[in-house]
């Protein structure tokens, strides 16, 4: 969240271990968090359409609330500076340095972070507006089955 002293929040995404843009904007849906999900080879990350405010943290806290066995990495970009940290079964942890969280993330998701290009034209891109909480729990109960299938 920025100080009365700092910019408002421009981007806000988050990095995440999980498998499918599809699943990861299921998780957001369910938070009622309108974002974009992008599938990489690491794991998906969502962008947030709007920033402002508490919303990055509270994407953070219930996404990571709902997948509760891997971290994820919250970025907050403010005039110009990346700030990185990591939140785990829905409690925020320890601040990271976001120049060396970012030398192991897709190359797409620094040029989503830096403004270059929007989350929703990068290829796979999965948006959580429309998905009602009904489809999201549906359709993250069959992720969970198929994963427990492999």
Not at 41 to 56: E, K, N
Request: with cysteine; aromatic share 4%; glycine share 10%.
């Amino acid at each position: 969240m920025s100080s009365p002293d700092q910019g408002a929040v421009s981007v806000a995404a988050i990095l995440t271990q999980v498998a499918t843009a599809d699943a990861l904007a299921a998780a957001c849906a369910m938070g009622k968090h309108v974002v974009d999900a992008v599938p990489s080879p690491i794991g998906a990350y969502a962008v947030l359409r709007d920033p402002s405010g508490d919303r990055p943290a509270e994407l953070a806290r219930s996404v990571s609330g709902l997948v509760k066995t891997v971290p994820l990495i919250l970025f907050e970009v403010t005039d110009g500076h990346i700030a990185a940290s990591q939140w785990q079964a829905g409690v925020r942890g320890e601040d990271l340095p976001a120049a060396l969280v970012l030398d192991g993330a897709p190359h797409e998701f620094e040029d989503v972070l830096l403004g270059v290009v929007a989350a929703a034209d990068v290829e796979g891109a999965v948006s959580s507006k429309g998905i009602s909480r009904w489809k999201a729990a549906r359709s993250l109960a069959a992720t969970g089955r198929a994963r427990g299938r492999r």
